[in-house]
């Protein structure tokens, strides 16, 4: 049935779920059922971790189509079943989250002291949702699980975050909805029109030149909310600042990446010919992205707000490398989006260790951090050159990439994409100056304990995964090499038909 | 021929309300829970009796027993039976528990049972009154507070006007088709020679009288302040049976006897479903109490369900009874939070006084969460599918602009159901609700498991849909 020998990707998906079950059952004095349904929820994602490295390691690289596949019957008569399977793009994009689940639980221990059972039964339903998106391998399924995503992020936001929380979560909410609801129709469009709702089906069904144009917006409207684009940025920076720190890694770490997952898996290969004429304005609004989110990311005085920015103009750049359509393009916008995942998670968590002690995330606040906390302020740098795209960070090789890519298509894109580069430089050392080195003036600042051993394990596999990236990036690329060679010759072969018929 | 055993379901029932009512006359001590438990009872028989019944025509071709009328049936028994669960222990509370109150239920469930097997224009409108005199008595139950006399009294005034259009249009339909029997008057429809103006106003008057059963804009208006005034199990019941069997009503006779005038009627219900979307999504975005809120919310989902029917394929028409099936399971668990809305004694309508309730009462607030995040249609929650169906089958005929303007009202609809959750989780409370009733809690496990667990089988309730239209197409 598949290579695993059992249903992996169905148990990955749902084990979550299991859990939440027993945090339910938990009984108790309040201090008992925060400390079990903390326990609970670690062992939970745990284990799902460790099963998601079965994944990685029964994976075969060589296979461009979909592995681990799953079919089951859901409602046989209009074509839409249970399917899911993975394929070299979507693989590493769920060991992703299956990662970030647990570190973002263990980042939670001390800093959630208030409705700890409600906050880790979200987060492991969040995990069943983000699993199931990359898995799904139907529309609906897709759908449902893309959605799905909302609700426990709408509590986490609204119900454990900051002063401007409603609004935060309000804004995220609508926002994201209104997108979606609009990609819902065409996805209805598609699943009547192909009788089927299924990826594959679809593929063997080219969809209309004429309503390509229309599809492609519609499924733009969703996924450019969720990257998110400029202009529909502006809910992230307000949902990261009111988010608590876990909340901010997971939505900067996974669901950010869920918009450049759609355009990947289902605008460039379900609409080919809308891609490749929208593309330039793809370029000139990711290219807008960069550069402006870039200059606003100076002029903020909190650091989780210029994170945020800096994650917008990052996503740009993976836009970018998206509408390349060439095998260093999508290889790099992959390889930006895995290493933005795990980069922009641990600077959420690094700004999330200075919060929990002083509670402000006010740049001016601090300033000579490095003499008090030595061992923070190198993690704090290593984070900072992989988000400047040091090479040898994991930061490097993405961008490197989606530029040469951009190449290709259009000097101009790719000299906006480097401007990105030497923009992100700036603000981030300049954060990091401000923050990290200077005079020890503010009392508070003084009186700063160092990394605990809990905060230590949770950098720890984070730090590795940065210098591996950087190092030895080939070990990450050749997973996805054959799905994304196979997707840029489909879509070659796609826009080839038309022209043949047009001589 | 006669063959009443067809209609042994309505018999029974309709026998049991008259015996109900003399063993609680006789007593003298208060009979209002055995009484209640009685009719529960018959309900449930008759649920039963309605899964047996064959297909087939009974008295001289009036009553039809087919599987769309037993669909609808069973969706109706299911909400009066929680309608009257709700308002057992809400009454005695508010210290307005008669014995009538079950067996008007009751009488109001046989009228509508009636409605839905209608095949005759004189059978459909003995239905629709038996249901409505009922609801005018019970929407004035608790006849000592002003605001529920006028809600009973605004329902009848309004009512009594719908009544009226309707046998207008009836008579008109007769006079010019020449008959009140549905076969009759399809097959003078489809005669030759095109159809007379007669029919096509008469039509259109039984639509009117029928959309103000269903509260769709414009014939909405009594909607808010009777939802607002009648006692709150009393909305509950107005809110799912009557409307489930007034949409089913209004399916059957546009599919039936109208089938052939499709492409008239399509037009008004588009209007009316786009009306009822943009005014049930808008209207309530401000309003401070939360029954008047489910009143527009009513109305919005009126209008999702009407677009179905605009869209008039099979395909619509299973979307319509799929939705109503849905929605009147979600309505329940919302009106179970609403009657359990009590601090020291008082019921409290207002939409603050949840404030909180996601640490004073965590199950009912998870529960509530789960409705209002499916009425906003979000999966996998079962509102979700409700909304699918429909917006599949509008996509499919092309009809953009009711497909585009209902995901964007529904986009406006979620930010007040979000508005609940957010008062509910993220404000600060006001003092612990009392405890609610078992039934109470009955009510919203039940609802909430349907809501959380419908996606992981919805292939038997979409096929019982399906086999209702096709009974109404064959």
């Given at each position: 049935m598949n290579a695993a020998g059992f249903p992996l990707l169905s148990l990955l998906t749902f084990l979550p779920l299991a859990g939440v079950v027993a945090i339910l059952a938990i009984r108790g004095d309040e201090a008992t059922v925060a400390s079990n349904a903390r326990w609970t929820a670690l062992w939970t994602s745990l284990i799902v971790f460790v099963l998601s490295l079965i994944l990685w390691a029964r994976f075969d690289p060589r296979v461009a189509d979909a592995q681990f596949v799953e079919q089951a019957n859901w409602l046989p008569e209009f074509g839409v079943n249970y399917h899911m399977g993975v394929d070299g793009i979507s693989m590493l994009f769920v060991l992703l989250s299956t990662l970030l689940t647990p570190i973002c639980i263990l980042a939670s221990w001390e800093a959630v002291q208030n409705r700890v059972r409600e906050y880790m039964i979200a987060f492991l339903v969040l995990e069943t949702m983000m699993v199931g998106m990359f898995c799904a391998l139907d529309l609906i399924i897709f759908y449902v699980f893309f959605e799905g995503v909302l609700i426990p992020m709408f509590l986490i936001i609204g119900v454990w975050g900051g002063q401007r929380r409603v609004y935060a979560a309000f804004k995220f909410f609508l926002y994201t909805l209104l997108g979606s609801v609009l990609m819902l129709l065409a996805i209805l469009a598609l699943w009547y029109r192909a009788g089927t709702t299924d990826i594959a089906g679809l593929m063997d069904n080219p969809v209309p030149i004429s309503w390509q144009y229309w599809m492609f917006l519609a499924f733009f409207a969703s996924f450019a909310v969720k990257v998110p684009m400029w202009p529909v940025h502006t809910w992230l920076p307000d949902a990261h600042v009111e988010a608590p720190t876990a909340g901010s890694v997971i939505l900067a770490g996974v669901l950010l990446k869920m918009g450049g997952y759609g355009f990947l898996r289902f605008s460039i290969p379900l609409f080919p010919d809308a891609a490749a004429y929208f593309a330039p304005l793809m370029f000139a609004l990711s290219v807008i992205a960069v550069i402006y989110t870039s200059c606003v990311a100076f002029a903020q005085d909190d650091m989780k707000k210029l994170i945020a920015y800096s994650s917008v103009a990052h996503m740009g750049i993976v836009t970018i490398g998206l509408f390349t359509f060439n095998q260093q393009g999508i290889s790099g916008a992959i390889f930006q989006m895995l290493s933005h995942g795990i980069v922009s998670g641990a600077l959420f968590l690094c700004v999330g260790v200075l919060y929990d002690r002083v509670h402000s995330r006010e740049i001016a606040r601090y300033g000579g951090v490095a003499k008090i906390m030595p061992a923070y302020a190198l993690v704090f740098m290593l984070f900072t050159m992989a988000s400047v795209a040091l090479p040898g960070t994991a930061g490097f090789p993405g961008e490197f990439l989606v530029i040469t890519g951009a190449w290709k298509s259009s000097g101009w894109v790719a000299l906006g994409a480097a401007m990105g580069m030497i923009l992100g430089a700036g603000y981030m050392l300049w954060l990091y100056r401000r923050v990290i080195?200077?005079?020890?003036?503010k009392a508070e600042v003084r009186g700063l304990l160092d990394l605990s051993p809990r905060e230590l394990a949770i950098f720890a596999p984070l730090i590795l995964l940065t210098l591996w990236m950087g190092l030895y990036p080939s070990s990450f690329t050749h997973v996805w090499e054959a799905s994304v060679a196979a997707l840029v010759e489909r879509h070659e072969a796609a826009l080839a038909i038309p022209r043949m018929a047009g001589l | 021929m006669m063959n009443w055993t067809l209609a042994l379901p309505e018999t029974l029932l309709a026998v049991a309300a008259l015996v109900l009512l003399l063993v609680g006359v006789i007593p003298k001590r208060d009979m209002t829970f055995p009484i209640t438990m009685g009719t529960l009872g018959a309900l449930l028989i008759g649920a039963v009796l309605v899964l047996g019944t064959p297909d087939g025509q009974a008295f001289h071709g009036q009553f039809v027993s087919d599987a769309f009328a037993r669909f609808a049936k069973i969706l109706i028994l299911l909400g009066a039976a929680t309608g009257l669960l709700l308002a057992l222990d809400w009454n005695e509370k508010q210290g307005?528990?008669?014995?009538?109150f079950p067996v008007l239920v009751l009488l109001s469930t046989i009228g509508m049972m009636v409605m839905v097997s209608a095949s005759d224009l004189i059978t459909l409108y003995m239905g629709l009154e038996l249901l409505s005199l009922s609801l005018y008595v019970i929407a004035a139950f608790d006849r000592d507070n002003a605001r529920s006399a006028e809600a009973g009294l605004k329902y009848f005034v309004l009512g009594a006007l719908a009544s009226g259009l309707y046998l207008y249009g009836a008579s008109l339909t007769y006079g010019f088709a020449g008959s009140t029997n549905f076969s009759a008057i399809s097959t003078a429809v489809a005669g030759e020679g095109g159809v007379s103006l007669g029919v096509m106003v008469g039509m259109t008057f039984v639509i009117a009288a029928l959309a103000f059963k269903i509260s769709a804009v414009p014939f909405h208006m009594w909607t808010p302040d009777v939802y607002e005034g009648a006692p709150t199990p009393v909305t509950a019941f107005f809110a799912s049976a009557p409307k489930v069997a007034a949409v089913a009503l209004l399916v059957r006779v546009l599919a039936d006897p109208f089938a052939d005038l499709a492409e008239q009627w399509q037009g008004v219900i588009w209007l009316a479903s786009l009306g009822s979307m943009l005014l049930g999504s808008f209207a309530a975005i401000r309003q401070p109490n939360i029954k008047r809120l489910m009143a527009y919310s009513s109305i919005g989902h009126v209008g999702y369900a009407l677009m179905g029917l605009a869209v008039a394929t099979d395909t619509g028409l299973r979307g319509v009874m799929l939705y109503m099936a849905i929605y009147i399971v979600m309505n329940a668990g919302v009106f179970a939070v609403l009657v359990a809305m009590r601090r020291q004694g008082r019921s409290l309508e207002r939409i603050?006084?949840?404030?909180g309730l996601g640490r004073t009462d965590p199950a009912m607030a998870l529960a509530m969460a789960v409705f209002m995040f499916s009425m906003a249609g979000i999966p996998p929650l079962a509102g979700f599918f409700s909304k699918l169906y429909v917006f599949l089958a509008a996509v499919q005929e092309g009809y953009w602009v009711l497909a585009t303007v209902g995901v964007l009202t529904s986009v406006v609809g979620a930010y007040y159901y979000l508005r609940i959750i957010k008062i509910m989780y993220f404000d600060a409370a006001d003092g612990a609700l009392d405890p609610r009733s078992s039934a109470v809690s009955f009510v919203l496990a039940g609802a909430g498991l349907f809501n959380v667990l419908f996606f992981l089988f919805p292939a038997p309730i979409v096929a019982a849909a399906a086999a209702a239209v096709a009974a109404l197409a064959g």
């Open positions: 080195f200077s005079k020890v003036t | 307005i528990a008669r014995f009538e603050e006084d949840l404030a």
